[in-house]
């Protein structure tokens, strides 16, 4: 299964509670923090949901 390298690269000032959270659960909280994630339906959704302020790409 490949995983997906998410980095934050918009701020997160000013963004509703849920979606801060949602990028918290993702281990972003500042710009620049990058993480390495499965590609599932639950990470999926998650970058729906903030995938305006993410660069995701895919690692095999």
Do not use: C, F, H, W
Request: avoid cysteine; hydrophobic fraction near 40%; proline fraction near 2%.
């Amino acid at each position: 299964m490949a995983n997906l390298n998410i980095k934050l690269v918009k701020s997160l000032n000013g963004r509703l509670e849920k979606q801060v959270a949602t990028a918290n659960s993702l281990g972003l909280r500042k710009i620049g923090d990058m993480t390495v994630q499965p590609d599932n339906d639950q990470t999926r959704g998650k970058i729906a949901k903030i995938g305006y302020l993410l660069q995701v790409t895919e690692v095999q």
